[in-house]
């Protein structure tokens, strides 16, 4: 099983990118998927997350009204939509799977599937 994150990159302040997250090896259409992100030098913390469905959702505070997560089932991949980006978005952003409520996600102890990260950026 391998989850692969990918679509990070450099942008400036004020600025949109899009990450996924294709997962191979399994299908993850029943489990509930996250996002979470560790910036250098910092814990890592919780950004958002989908239920199987994506019909409910659950975001950071940090990130309410800027990034959107979304999920395509039958390509067993999740995206994160970043929009306004700020200078304190930058980090690794990692993809998560698990079978919990979406708001349970940010609870990150235990979770059973990580992808690898992808690089964000954004420049002042």
């Known amino acids: 099983v391998q989850l692969q994150a990918s679509g990070g990159g450099l942008v400036q302040a004020g600025g949109s990118l899009r990450v996924s997250c294709e997962a191979s090896?399994?299908?993850?259409?029943?489990?509930?998927w996250g996002w979470f992100r560790q910036a250098q030098g910092k814990e890592r913390e919780f950004v958002a997350a989908i239920s199987w469905n994506g019909g409910s959702t659950y975001y950071a505070d940090s990130v309410k009204g800027r990034f959107t997560i979304s999920r395509d089932n039958t390509k067993n991949t999740v995206y994160l939509q970043m929009n306004n980006l700020k200078p304190e978005d930058t980090a690794v952003y990692y993809c998560?799977?698990?079978?919990?409520?979406?708001?349970?996600?940010?609870?990150?102890?235990?979770?059973?599937?990580w992808g690898k990260g992808t690089q964000v950026t954004v420049s002042s």
């Open positions: 998560a799977a698990d079978f919990r409520l979406p708001e349970y996600m940010r609870l990150s102890n235990g979770i059973n599937y």
């Open positions: 090896g399994r299908t993850f259409s029943s489990y509930t």
